[in-house]
């Protein structure tokens, strides 16, 4: 009777598909209410991405090259 059933069967393949997808779903929550807070900081403040790019340069975060080409990607 309760040997009819050889190995877990298909019900354990779907249990952890549905781990994966529970704990994917929490890390991804986790980075959206606390990741990047830098950007949001950004938006809140109305900064233009010229005045992002200039703040990085100044902060040494990018070279004069790569500001440079920032620059002239976005037409200023």
């Known amino acids: 009777?309760?040997?009819e059933h050889d190995g877990m069967g298909w019900w354990m393949l779907l249990g952890s598909v549905w781990f994966v997808f529970f704990w994917g779903l929490v890390i991804w929550a986790f980075v959206q209410?606390?990741?990047g807070r830098e950007r949001g900081a950004d938006r809140e403040a109305g900064a233009t991405p010229l005045e992002i790019a200039?703040?990085?340069y100044a902060s040494g975060e990018i070279s004069r090259e790569k500001f440079e080409e920032i620059k002239?990607?976005?037409g200023a």
């Open 1 to 3: 009777m309760w040997g």
């Open 33 to 35: 209410l606390f990741g």
């Open 54 to 56: 200039r703040r990085r």
């Open 72 to 74: 002239r990607d976005l």
